[in-house]
Antibody, heavy 120, light 107 residues
Framework: EVQLLESGGGLVQPGGSLTLSCAASGFTFSDYAMTWVRQAAGKGLEWVTAISGSSDSTWYADSVRGRFTISRDNLKNTLYLQMDSLRAEDAAVYYC?????????????WGQGTLVTVSS | ETVLTQSPGTLSLSPGERATLSCRASQSLNRNYLAWYQQKPGQAPRLLMFGASSRATGIPDRFSGSGSKTDFTLTISRLEPEDFAVYHCHQYDNSPQTFGRGTKVEV
């Protein structure tokens, strides 16, 4: 059974930093691209960033490029999101998700999410 | 970026009724790479459909997807109590991937 468990969320001041982690199990982690998607309170889902299975490619939304860094450790089956220079508009539930790479890349499994609050 | 517009924002129906949810793309999805997810309060989204019309594993056949290019539809033929939730569409045809704002199906 695929499981994705996020951690690391919390309260951070504007301009601060936070690192999210996502522990994956139930599949061969290194074989799959992964992504972070966020959802602000009362809003829709927003794609944030993605990384290939081997880490050789990464992609970012314009809203976070230069401030967020996605990475992974395939030996630890863990996905990370380093978030720097946080803004109020970054406050959201952050979901770790796995891509299914068949006829395009769509998300087939999601974690339960971790809440990031940005406030002074 | 490709904007997905979901309508209606809220759909008020009763169990046993048919639900028709719309997702319109601002740019053509030439490969029809569109997915639908169901999300219940406090839960992660769950994949329902991919490639516009293919059901994900374990999804009951009362769920169906249709459409192409810019107009897509998710249909729930007969609503069960567990189907009342928020439904999101997601395009992965054009970069960056984008999501709609969701349609809430309520009693």
């Amino acid at each position: 059974e695929v499981q994705l468990l996020e951690s690391g969320g919390g309260l951070v001041q504007p301009g601060g930093s936070l690192t999210l982690s996502c522990a994956a199990s139930g599949f061969t982690f290194s074989d799959y691209a992964m992504t972070w998607v966020r959802q602000a309170a009362g809003k829709g889902l927003e794609w944030v960033t993605a990384i290939s299975g081997s880490s050789d490619s990464t992609w970012y939304a314009d809203s976070v490029r230069g401030r967020f860094t996605i990475s992974r450790d395939n030996l630890k089956n863990t996905l990370y999101l380093q978030m720097d220079s946080l803004r109020a508009e970054d406050a959201a539930v952050y979901y770790c998700a796995k891509y299914k790479m068949v006829q395009g890349w769509y998300i087939d499994y999601w974690g339960q999410g971790t809440l990031v609050t940005v406030s002074s | 970026e490709t904007v997905l517009t979901q309508s209606p924002g809220t759909l008020s129906l009763s169990p046993g009724e048919r639900a028709t949810l719309s997702c319109r793309a601002s740019q053509s999805l030439n490969r029809n790479y569109l997915a639908w997810y169901q999300q219940k309060p406090g839960q992660a989204p769950r994949l329902l459909m991919f490639g516009a019309s293919s059901r994900a594993t374990g999804i009951p056949d009362r769920f169906s997807g249709s459409g192409s290019k810019t107009d897509f539809t998710l249909t729930i033929s007969r609503l069960e109590p567990e189907d009342f939730a928020v439904y999101h569409c997601h395009q992965y045809d054009n970069s960056p991937q984008t999501f709609g704002r969701g349609t809430k199906v309520e009693v």
